[in-house]
């Protein structure tokens, strides 16, 4: 996810003029305060979502948007992760919400969909039964969610 954020940033700053020598960049202002933030808890949420997956954590938590039907799980560390990562996923929600009515910016509106619809994929995946295509689709929208952070932020 940082290689494709440093792809997004530098292909984003590369001037496309024709003629124009290659390495020239325009100037682009550095991420706001709460750009950045909305930065570090989606990469937040991508980390405890791969460790979710890696650890075979995704089919701890049956129900939505419950886990097991219990707001905290008493279960065990698996229960845990994949608590974490739905709620990270939330409080993503939120808070990229927050942010586009603050900044009124069209990107922030963007992340704001692609959370919804990360969201509403993994509500699915789970009441599903974690179907290989929901999984896929679950790593694409992510994938997508984090790039529209990053060209939002940047």
């Known amino acids: 996810m940082l290689l494709l954020a ?3 940033v530098v292909a984003n700053r590369a001037t496309l003029t024709p003629g124009a020598s290659p ?7 550095p ?12 990469f937040v ?22 886990c097991n039907g219990e707001f905290i799980p008493a279960g065990n560390y698996l229960q845990h992760v994949h608590w974490t990562h739905r709620l990270l996923a939330f409080a993503l929600f939120g808070y990229s919400l927050w942010w586009a009515v603050q900044s009124r910016r069209r990107g922030a509106w963007w992340v704001v969909a692609l959370v919804a619809l990360q969201i509403t994929v ?22 997508a ?3 529209g952070l990053v060209l939002a932020a940047w």
């Open 122 to 143: 993994a509500a699915a995946m789970v009441l599903l039964a974690l179907p290989r295509a929901m999984q896929a689709a679950h790593v694409a929208v992510g994938a």
């Open 45 to 66: 949420t991508v980390l405890v979502g791969a460790l979710t997956a890696n650890l075979g954590a995704a089919s701890a938590c049956l129900g939505f948007p419950l």
């Open 23 to 29: 390495g020239n960049t325009h100037p682009s202002a």
């Open 6 to 8: 440093t792809l997004i």
């Open 31 to 42: 991420p706001s305060r709460a750009g950045l933030a909305a930065l570090v808890l989606g």
């Open 145 to 147: 969610v984090w790039a």
